[in-house]
């Protein structure tokens, strides 16, 4: 079975950086473009950033544009998430998910396997 496994996440103060990592195992993700999404304690879960599957183009939602970086290194099979000057809006678990070939990147059922997510806590 096809499983996702994100690392990286832990408790940062505000103005601080992580780096989250993700790969899957079972089966190379080399072909398809990838997604994080994050999920806030009551809130809905929210799109982040699509990857293309080169790591060529990337689509971030507003709220992380110039803070978050996303890339990939395909010959590790992994993703990797860039997260720069925190706030406290961006406490949340973050997941990554492959994305199905379809250009509605934002949308959570574009996406067909996600991982178990990692929570980042951004302190004030």
């Known amino acids: 079975q096809v499983q996702l496994m994100e690392s990286g996440g832990g408790l940062v103060q505000v103005g601080g950086s992580l780096r989250l990592s993700c790969a899957p195992s079972g089966r190379t993700f080399s072909w398809y473009g990838m997604g994080w999404f994050r999920q806030a304690p009551g809130k809905q879960r929210e799109f982040v950033v699509a990857?293309?599957?080169?790591?060529?183009?990337?689509y971030y939602a507003d709220s992380v544009k110039g803070r978050f970086t996303a890339s990939r290194d395909n010959a590790k099979n992994t993703v990797f998430l860039q997260m720069n000057s925190l706030k406290p809006e961006d406490t949340a678990v973050y997941y990554c998910?492959?994305?199905?070939?379809?250009?509605?990147?934002?949308?959570?059922?574009?996406?067909?396997?996600w991982g178990q997510g990692t929570q980042v806590t951004v302190s004030s």
């Open positions: 998910a492959r994305r199905q070939g379809s250009s509605r990147y934002a949308a959570l059922d574009t996406y067909d396997y």
């Open positions: 990857i293309s599957w080169s790591g060529g183009s990337s």
